[in-house]
């Protein structure tokens, strides 16, 4: 019960979702991998994604990690039982994916829902397969918005760069008539103000965080893994730079030192 959350990102994009769970379960300690050695993920092939996120499963479960939480679109898209078959049936492992596709699917039937993410998340078409496949009267509309993560990672959100960025994707017309949004991308949180004002807040923009970090709170329940001692955090990447540690209070909402962990040395 008092071992750690294992979290992984390609980088520190997954931190959106790590304070998520922080500020939901303020108990529960966590050992967070980002992988900015081998980023973007977005786009790498497949194969390539489930080599990296094998390691890192390894990593975080040799770190007694009593679950593990897939904090990346993409690698939820093409690593998800590559990460389960490494820790086992006794280690959930929670994906950013699910949790959002089974929102969607008991607030939106009959109804157009688009999505926007990476290449490798888009192309995977893993969001429209798992809403169809849940209910098929849910219409989906994918596009791949590949400049979002690095402009964000960049520091370019909520500038007339952004705006003009944004605007150009959500313009596209596959996007029209939709009732809801999905931001699947773990970077994107933090543009979601800019995306909710482009629709005039007509149009409801769902980001995983929130989301995820209560299927999380549910599956510790269910599990009777919740820990009730002080939690304690650890932040690693397989590359340090100092720009990558200053932008970790965009990502968390406060600086934090990072570890650089060469895992695969
Ligand atoms: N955070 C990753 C995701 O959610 C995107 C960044 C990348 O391409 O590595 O898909």
Same mark, same amino acid.
């Given at each position: 019960?008092? /071992?750690?959350?294992?979290?992984?990102d390609?980088?520190?994009?997954?931190?959106? @979702?790590?304070?998520?769970?922080?500020?939901?379960?303020?108990?529960?300690?966590?050992?967070? +991998?980002? =992988? &900015?050695? $081998?980023?973007?993920?977005?786009?790498?092939?497949?194969?390539?994604?489930? %080599?990296? !996120?094998a390691?890192?499963? $390894? +990593?975080?479960?040799d770190?007694?990690?009593?679950?593990?939480?897939?904090?990346?679109?993409?690698?939820?898209? %093409?690593?998800?039982? &590559?990460?389960? =078959? *490494?820790?086992?049936?006794?280690?959930? @492992?929670?994906?950013?994916? =699910?949790?959002? *596709?089974?929102? @969607? @699917?008991?607030?939106?039937?009959?109804?157009?829902? #688009?999505?926007? #993410? &990476?290449?490798?998340?888009?192309?995977?078409?893993?969001?429209?397969?798992?809403i169809?496949?849940?209910?098929?009267?849910?219409?989906?509309?994918?596009?791949?918005?590949?400049?979002?993560?690095?402009?964000?990672?960049?520091? +370019?959100?909520?500038?007339?760069?952004?705006?003009?960025?944004? $605007?150009?994707?959500?313009?596209?017309?596959?996007?029209?008539?939709?009732? /809801?949004?999905?931001?699947?991308?773990? %970077?994107?949180?933090?543009?979601?103000?800019? *995306?909710? !004002?482009?629709?005039?807040?007509?149009?409801e923009i769902?980001?995983?965080?929130?989301? *995820? /970090?209560?299927?999380?709170?549910? &599956?510790?329940?269910? $599990?009777?893994?919740?820990?009730?001692?002080?939690?304690?955090?650890?932040?690693?990447?397989? =590359?340090?730079?100092?720009s990558?540690?200053?932008?970790?209070?965009? +990502?968390?909402?406060?600086?934090?030192?990072?570890?650089?962990?060469?895992?695969?040395?």
């Amino acid at each position: 019960m008092e /071992a750690p959350i294992g979290i992984f990102d390609s980088g520190i994009g997954g931190l959106t @979702v790590a304070n998520a769970i922080r500020k939901k379960l303020p108990n529960e300690s966590l050992v967070y +991998f980002g =992988d &900015t050695a $081998h980023l973007p993920y977005g786009d790498k092939s497949p194969e390539l994604i489930r %080599h990296y !996120a094998a390691r890192i499963a $390894h +990593f975080l479960s040799d770190q007694g990690c009593k679950m593990i939480v897939i904090a990346c679109n993409t690698a939820s898209s %093409h690593a998800f039982q &590559t990460v389960k =078959d *490494v820790v086992g049936p006794n280690v959930p @492992v929670i994906n950013v994916i =699910d949790p959002v *596709v089974n929102e @969607v @699917v008991d607030r939106y039937q009959g109804k157009k829902v #688009g999505i926007i #993410g &990476t290449k490798g998340t888009v192309d995977s078409r893993i969001y429209p397969r798992r809403i169809k496949k849940a209910d098929a009267s849910v219409k989906v509309a994918s596009l791949a918005t590949p400049l979002l993560a690095p402009m964000i990672e960049e520091g +370019f959100f909520r500038n007339t760069i952004s705006q003009s960025i944004i $605007h150009n994707y959500l313009e596209k017309k596959s996007l029209s008539e939709i009732q /809801a949004l999905i931001l699947g991308c773990t %970077h994107y949180p933090l543009i979601k103000r800019e *995306v909710k !004002a482009f629709y005039d807040g007509k149009v409801e923009i769902l980001d995983s965080p929130g989301i *995820v /970090a209560s299927a999380i709170a549910k &599956t510790l329940k269910e $599990h009777q893994l919740e820990s009730q001692r002080k939690a304690d955090y650890r932040f690693i990447v397989s =590359d340090k730079t100092s720009s990558f540690e200053k932008s970790t209070r965009i +990502f968390f909402k406060e600086r934090i030192s990072l570890e650089e962990l060469r895992i695969w040395d």
